[in-house]
C-alpha cells in the first residue's frame, strides 16, 4: 500500500446517477469518499437525460396503489430469464425493487428533494401482468444551479434548462387545446423572466436530479475531481485495492480501502465498439456525454471481468434536422409517429411496427428488419398544422432550408411522394390505404397501436376517441427521415445481486463494483418502463456501497 498517493475508503470511477447514490450512504457510516469524473463537468449521462427513476411501490404513490408482489410479476413477465441476457434474473430483480423504494428514503433523509414523475407514465408493457397503468416513476422537482456555489458552471448542462417539470413540459406542444396548460405555459414564462432578473439558474430533468445530489454529496464530504479519468484498475491477489488516475497530468494512484465502484457510463461514443457490437449504429446519433467511450468496459475486461448484452443499446428514435450537429440533443421521433396522422415505413414503404412502442424496442425493430435504417415517417397536412415537428407547429413555421436541403419531403400525393423518398409507390400507397381503412374501423388491426395506456400516453390526449389513431388523407404529403439513435448504450459487465463485478468461472472480483450502464443491464434486453437506467443504477449504487461497508440490514 505503499505505493499509493493517497487513501480513501470508497473509490468510485465516473459521475452518473448511482455514483452520488454510493458515495452518500458512505459518508452516512463514516467512511472516506471520491468520486473520479473524466470530464470537465458532472453529471454523467444522467444529467443530459430525462432523470426519471422507475421506482415501483415507492412512497409518492398512493396506498395500495402498487406492491413487491405486483412489480416482480411484471418484471418477470415483461424481462424472463433469458441465457442470453446474464445481467439479469428474478432474485437480482426482486433485490431491485425491494431495494428501491428504500434508496428513495434513504436520498430524501439526505436533503435530497425529490417528487412523483408523474400520476400517468405508465410502464411501458402496461398491458403485461403486473403492469402499471398509472406511473412508478420518481423526479426531482426543478432546481436552482446558483445553489451549488462555484460548483454552479461544473453541473452539466441538462436537457431542459428551466423552471418546469418534465412531464409538465412535455405538455406544452398541446396548449391550445387547454386553458391549463396555457397558465401552466404562462406561470412557467413568468419564472423564467423572474429567474433572470434575480439571478437563478434554472433546470430540470436529469441535470436537476444531478445537481440536487451533488449539493447534497458535497454537504456530507463527498470528495468530487473533474479531469481525473481512470486509467487503470488495480488488482492485486485477485483483489480491487484502488486506481490509477491523472492529477496534473501525471499518473495518480488512490487506493479504495473497502472497494471500487465502476459507474463511468457506457460506449456510445466509440465507434470501433460500436461496429463490434452493434453494427449499423453511429457514435454521432448519441446523446449521450463525450466521455461515454467504454474505457472502463475494456479496462474490466482486461481484469476478467464478463461483458454481456452489449448489443443492446436505450435507442432514441430520431431525425436529424438541418445543423443537427450543432444541437444539444436532436429531434426526437417516437412521440411525432404516435400522433394520428402519422406513420413510420421502411425504405421500401411498407409499415412494420406500432410507432407507440417503447423507444428502445422502436430502435431494435428498426435495426433488425434490415431495410429499416433509415425509415421514414410520413405524415399528412392535417397532422402538420396540429403537431410538433423539429420544436414547432403549422408548415409555415418550418425553416427554409428544410425544404431547401431536401431534409423535408412534400408531395401531392402519395405516389409522388414515394418517389422522393425512393419507396416503391405501390407498396407506400397500401401502407397509407391499409392504415387508412383501419381508421375507419378505429383499431390498428396489425400492431395494436393505442391499446396500451403508454400508447396513449404518446398521443394527443385531446384526440378522440383514441390519442394515437388518426387517418393520414389530407395533401400534401410529408417525409422525413428516422434514424436509431441512442441515450446510451445497455451492456456492460456481469454482476451479482450485491453488484460486483463476475468472472467467467461465475466467481466475483473481490472489492470491485459496479452499476448503471457499464454494467449488463439488470433489466435484460428490455426496457420496461421510464427511468429503467437511472433507477437501476442509483438502486445498485446504492446498493454495492451497503454491501462493501458491510451493513447488511442496518438502518441508515
Not at 20 to 35: D, F, H, N
Not at 189 to 195: D, H, L
Not at 260 to 271: D, E, S, T
Request: proline fraction near 5%; glycine fraction near 12%.
Amino acid at each position: 500500500m505503499s505505493n499509493f498517493d493517497e487513501t480513501f475508503d470508497w473509490v468510485v470511477v465516473g459521475s452518473g446517477a448511482g455514483s452520488m447514490s454510493s458515495g452518500m450512504l458512505m459518508r452516512q457510516a463514516g467512511k472516506s469518499v471520491v468520486i473520479l469524473e473524466k470530464t470537465e463537468f458532472f453529471g454523467g449521462t444522467t444529467a443530459k437525460s430525462g432523470g426519471v427513476m422507475w421506482i415501483p411501490n415507492n412512497q409518492f404513490m398512493d396506498p395500495g396503489e402498487d406492491s413487491d408482489e405486483k412489480a416482480i410479476t411484471y418484471l418477470d413477465a415483461v424481462v424472463g430469464d433469458d441465457s442470453d441476457a446474464p445481467g439479469t434474473s428474478h432474485e437480482k430483480r426482486l433485490a431491485y425493487i425491494q431495494a428501491g423504494p428504500k434508496m428513495v428514503d434513504f436520498l430524501l433523509r439526505q436533503g435530497v428533494a425529490l417528487e412523483r414523475g408523474s400520476k400517468f407514465w405508465p410502464d411501458y408493457y402496461d398491458n403485461l401482468p403486473g403492469g402499471c397503468e398509472t406511473s412508478r416513476t420518481v423526479v426531482a422537482p426543478p432546481f436552482n444551479r446558483k445553489e451549488l456555489g462555484p460548483w454552479a458552471r461544473k453541473l452539466r448542462l441538462g436537457m431542459l434548462e428551466m423552471p418546469v417539470k418534465l412531464d409538465d413540459g412535455m405538455q406544452f406542444a398541446s396548449m391550445k387545446h387547454s386553458w391549463g396548460i396555457k397558465l401552466l405555459f404562462a406561470k412557467t414564462a413568468f419564472k423564467v423572466v423572474m429567474g433572470k432578473l434575480t439571478g437563478k439558474m434554472w433546470t430540470t430533468a436529469g441535470a436537476c436530479l444531478q445537481g440536487r445530489m451533488l449539493k447534497a454529496g458535497l454537504e456530507k464530504g463527498v470528495d468530487v475531481r473533474l479531469e481525473s479519468p481512470v486509467k487503470e484498475l488495480i488488482i492485486e491477489h485477485g483483489k480491487a485495492i484502488g486506481v490509477v488516475t491523472v492529477k496534473d497530468g501525471k499518473p495518480w494512484r488512490i487506493a479504495a480501502n473497502l472497494g471500487v465502484l465502476v459507474n463511468a457510463g457506457g460506449f456510445a461514443h466509440n465507434q470501433a465498439m460500436r461496429d463490434k457490437y452493434m453494427p449499423g449504429t453511429r457514435s454521432e446519433w448519441s446523446v449521450t456525454p463525450e466521455g461515454d467511450t467504454g474505457d472502463m468496459h475494456q479496462e474490466m475486461e482486461r481484469i476478467g471481468g464478463v461483458l454481456a448484452q452489449m448489443d443492446e443499446m436505450v435507442g432514441f428514435p430520431g431525425s436529424l434536422t438541418p445543423g443537427w450537429e450543432k444541437q444539444y440533443v436532436f429531434t426526437g421521433m417516437q412521440a411525432v409517429t404516435a400522433k394520428p396522422g402519422a406513420i413510420l415505413v421502411d425504405q421500401a414503404g411498407v409499415r412494420y411496427m406500432n410507432e407507440s412502442c417503447s423507444y428502445e424496442l422502436y430502435c431494435e425493430t428498426m435495426l433488425k428488419r434490415g431495410n429499416a435504417n433509415p425509415s421514414w415517417a410520413i405524415m399528412d397536412a392535417s397532422f402538420m398544422e396540429e403537431y410538433a415537428l423539429g420544436g414547432s407547429v403549422g408548415i409555415k413555421k418550418k425553416p427554409k432550408d428544410w425544404f431547401d436541403s431536401g431534409y423535408l419531403k412534400v408531395a401531392d400525393t402519395i405516389e409522388e411522394l414515394a418517389g422522393k423518398i425512393g419507396a416503391d409507390p405501390a407498396k407506400l400507397k397500401a401502407s397509407v390505404n391499409r392504415w387508412n381503412d383501419m381508421m375507419a374501423r378505429g383499431a390498428d388491426e396489425d400492431f395494436q397501436r393505442g391499446v396500451r395506456y403508454y400508447d396513449q400516453y404518446l398521443g394527443d390526449p385531446f384526440h378522440k376517441p383514441n390519442p394515437t389513431l388518426g387517418p393520414l388523407s389530407k395533401g400534401p404529403f410529408y417525409a422525413v427521415e428516422v434514424i436509431p439513435g441512442d441515450v446510451s448504450t445497455y451492456g456492460g459487465v456481469v454482476t451479482d445481486i450485491n453488484s460486483r463485478v463476475v468472472k467467467v468461472d461465475g466467481s466475483v472480483i473481490e472489492g470491485l463494483y459496479s452499476c448503471g450502464v457499464s454494467t449488463a443491464s439488470p433489466m435484460g434486453r428490455v426496457y420496461p418502463g421510464a427511468g429503467a437506467s437511472v433507477g437501476p443504477s442509483m438502486v445498485f449504487g446504492w446498493i454495492a456501497a451497503r454491501h462493501a461497508a458491510g451493513l447488511g440490514n442496518q438502518a441508515l
